[in-house]
Nanobody
Framework: QVQLVESGGGLVQTGGSLRLSCAAS????????MGWFRQAPGREREFVAA????????YYTDSVKGRFTISRDNAKSTVYLQMNSLEPEDSAVYYC???????????????????WGQGTQVTVSS
């Protein structure tokens, strides 16, 4: 019932920037939180950033604070992740996630999300 499509990934040099987009369709997200996660080879899926859909609260993992910014445009049903000062350690597949009908109490946790996009590859070269 919910479809999430990420875009904007690519190859960038260390210190560069990328802007990821996540377009949602098929359902109203009036009470859904949105998040970005990433997964590198051999690693667990890791929380990156989250934002309340109707509100404006944001959350970030420590490693991206000051470099990444999550935002949303509800009129376009789109969530963004602006990534600046990228490092090779940021290389991963980035996934957009939606928490629909969940408690919303654990925005940094994988288990609080029930819809996921297909992922977009971000590669940062040194």
């Amino acid at each position: 019932q919910v479809q999430l499509v990420e875009s904007g990934g690519g190859l960038v040099q260390t210190g560069g920037s990328l802007r990821l987009s996540c377009a949602a369709s098929g359902r109203t997200f009036s009470r859904a939180g949105m998040g970005w996660f990433r997964q590198a080879p051999g690693r667990e899926r890791e929380f990156v950033a989250a934002i309340t859909w109707s509100g404006s609260r944001t959350y970030y993992t420590d490693s991206v604070k000051g470099r990444f910014t999550i935002s949303r445009d509800n009129a376009k049903s789109t969530v963004y992740l602006q990534m600046n000062s990228l490092e090779p350690e940021d290389s991963a597949v980035y996934y957009c996630a939606a928490a629909v009908g969940t408690s919303g109490l654990y925005p940094t946790q994988v288990y609080d999300y029930n819809y996921w996009g297909q992922g977009t590859q971000v590669t940062v070269s040194s």
